[in-house]
């Protein structure tokens, strides 16, 4: 019987952004996740997303009756790292991809920051809150994000799946809209928790690996320090920016595949 991976999504990514890293990893796993995080009523987004890890938790509750493996990307890393600290039993193991603990005086500044909106200016939020949310036809919607130089380096078979998935035709007419609330998208981003680092003060319950895209602006800006402490050393490098699941979803695929096996010897 295969080993499941209930995967999370980054912040405004659909997890059917990621379906060429599934398809890699689909010999060896089972992959479940949920589409839209943050998009049920019931678990609204609120500051340290305490509902978005309910939503988690509810998902994993209602559809394993075994441990599963929580990986996620971003905001996806940050929430099975949280329900893993929730519900350890329900848990193998935790891989987080570019979601690096803030803790320390850091903490502090993000929490000051969200009270008087700095991290407003300081995080993709600002530009989330005026995103683009229609398009014509997929030719424009491609042509559009093609053009942007972050996009501009993504695979294309997930550029193709984002256009796909993230923004699907929305109209007879074959007009397309955005998939992912922006205003959600908006407040995942104001909400970022600031108290995650002293949760694991005495360290993780289960395994936990990372890996960290070299040209990472959230590594530098976090640090690895906290994150170190809790992978206990269990973290791997890809070239790339923090979307290098989306810019080498082959690599990240073969690193995920190296970071499991090694947790599950420690395990």
């Known amino acids: 019987m ?3 991976i209930h995967f999370s999504h980054a912040n405004g990514f659909p997890a059917s952004t990621y379906r060429t890293i599934f398809a ?3 010999d060896d796993y089972d992959l479940r996740f949920i589409e839209r995080i943050g998009h049920d009523a019931r678990f609204p987004v609120t500051r340290d997303w305490p509902h978005l890890v309910e939503q988690l938790l509810d998902d994993i509750d209602r559809s394993y009756e075994r441990p ?3 990986v996620g990307h971003s905001l996806g890393g940050y929430l099975s790292l949280m329900a893993a600290l929730r519900k350890p039993q329900w848990v193998k193991g ?5 979601s690096p603990v803030v803790a320390g005086w850091r903490s502090s500044i993000l929490k000051v920051s969200q009270w008087t909106g700095l991290d407003d200016r300081l995080s993709p939020a600002a530009a989330t809150r005026a995103r683009r949310t229609h398009w014509a036809s997929r030719e424009e919607a491609w042509r559009h ?3 942007k130089p972050a996009f501009a380096r993504w695979d294309e078979r997930v550029l ?3 256009i796909d998935f993230g923004i699907p035709q929305s109209s007879p007419d074959g007009s397309r809209s955005l998939a ?3 205003r959600t998208e908006y407040l995942i981003y104001r909400t970022l928790p600031h108290t ?3 949760r694991l003060a005495r360290g993780a319950p289960v395994p936990v690996g990372f890996i960290a895209g070299t040209h990472s602006k959230e590594i530098r800006q976090a640090g690895l320090d906290a994150t170190r402490r809790a992978t206990g050393g269990h973290l791997e490098w890809i070239e790339g920016s923090h979307l290098y699941p989306m810019e080498k979803p082959l690599e990240t695929a073969r690193a995920l595949q190296r970071m499991l096996h090694e947790l599950d010897r420690r395990a």
């Open 180 to 182: 992912f609330d922006r």
């Open 94 to 98: 935790v891989v987080m991809l570019d």
């Open 24 to 26: 890699e990893l689909a």
């Open 2 to 4: 295969k080993d499941i």
């Open 145 to 147: 994000f093609h053009s």
């Open 196 to 198: 995650l680092g002293s």
């Open 68 to 70: 599963v493996w929580l």
């Open 160 to 162: 193709s799946d984002y």
